[in-house]
């Protein structure tokens, strides 16, 4: 069984940055490709970004390409989110998510942005940017 757990989220000024860390219980990370989504009040859960199992490829969503990184640790189990040039727009609950190696699914980008493509999910730091 594999456990999510996001960490970073708070409060901070337009302009501003933060790093979300996503750590993850269980032996499969390391296989595993990961992916960053967000949810804001009212809207669907959104795609911002996925990288694959050895971290040699990433994917950004266009709304934050530029201002967002996304990277991976696996000898911590971890995947973090470097969130830099904060907008409110980028107000939301953020969510990590597992893709098990088992699936096979290829790291493209129309399979990434899918939140069907992942069958783990933690449960969710709040990021709120104030203007």
């Known amino acids: 069984q594999v456990q999510l757990v996001e960490s970073g989220g708070g409060l901070v000024q337009a302009g501003g940055s933060l790093r979300l860390s996503c750590a993850a219980s269980?032996?499969?990370?390391?296989?595993?490709?990961m992916g960053w989504f967000r949810q804001a009040p009212g809207k669907e859960r959104e795609f911002v970004a996925a990288?694959?199992?050895?971290?040699?490829?990433?994917i950004e969503a266009d709304s934050v390409k530029g201002r967002f990184t996304i990277s991976r640790d696996n000898a911590k189990n971890t995947v973090y989110l470097q969130m830099n040039s904060l907008k409110p727009e980028d107000t939301a609950v953020y969510y990590c998510a597992l893709d098990p190696p088992t699936t096979r699914r290829p790291f493209i980008h129309s399979i990434v942005v899918l939140p069907t493509a992942y069958d783990y999910w933690g449960q969710g730091t709040q990021v709120t940017v104030s203007s």
């Open positions: 990288i694959s199992w050895d971290g040699r490829s990433t």
């Open positions: 269980g032996r499969i990370f390391s296989r595993a490709d």
